[in-house]
Structures are given as structure tokens and as C-alpha cells.
């Protein structure tokens, strides 16, 4: 299968927490500032985001599209502009 990477780089005091989210909804494993994707399937599709919270506030980055294209072995991944935020 295929192996990916979303990705945030974010700054904070104190420390930052993460939640990614696929189409809105928590991904359980993504409290990670990288949201690794091994053995990527179709069901993996979808629209990813990722809140980054402290106790001083959160932010919640714009869509990243993940594509999947099963027929060609293809894999899309869109990144939005994410890749620096301070809170």
C-alpha cells in the first residue's frame, strides 16, 4: 500500500495540542502535529483539518483534500496553507 503525511507546524506558549479531523469528524489517533497515513485505502478519502489548541486559545487550519485513485494506483494529497500558525 501507500504510505502519506499531513503536516503542521505550529508555535505556542505554552505547547500546542492537535486534533485532526477527516470531513469534521475527530480522527482518534491524530493528536500529533503529522497525521501519517500507512497502507492508504479509498475509505481514507476526504477532507482533513486539524485544530491547534493551548489554554490561551485554538486555531483550526483550512481543508486539505486527500484523494484516492484506486483504478491507476494514484494518491492526491492537496495540502492547504497550514504550514505555520501561532496561537
Known sequence: GYFGQMYIVANGVPNPNYQWRKDGIDVVSGIY?????????????????VIVSNNVGSVTSSGANLTINTGTSYMNMMM???SCMTI
Open 33 to 49: 502535529s503529522s497525521l501519517v497515513f500507512t497502507n492508504v485505502k479509498e475509505q481514507d478519502a476526504g477532507v482533513y483539518d
Open 80 to 82: 492547504a496553507t497550514i
